[in-house]
């Protein structure tokens, strides 16, 4: 290299690549399930928002650990499926305890 050269050698840094572990499946079907849960579940019983929390449970360990990504997604399943959840089986209590009690309460009829 000449040093009066007007053109410098340039360098190359290699990128670095991170490939991140491919998202658990689990996670996506709970957050998918927590959302059409929330948006229409009470048509299907629930049945979505209990499906979210059921794979969003199954998927928690598997993401924590590292071995899947979207921890995020399974813990956003699972607070969507509980928010339709927890109302559903207080209700469903109250409506087959609070019923069962008033029928204590009826005097008999002659």
Known sequence: ???HDPHPPQTYTQPVIIA???ASGLAVASLVLGIFGILGGWCL?????IL????GHMAV???RRGDRSGYGMAV???VLGYVLVIPAVIGTALLV?????SLLDTPPTP
């Open 1 to 3: 290299m000449h040093p």
């Open 20 to 22: 991140s572990p491919p």
């Open 45 to 49: 019983c629930g049945i979505p928002c």
């Open 52 to 55: 979210a929390v059921i794979l």
């Open 61 to 63: 360990p598997a993401t």
């Open 76 to 78: 956003a399943g699972l």
């Open 97 to 101: 305890f609070g019923g069962g009690l």
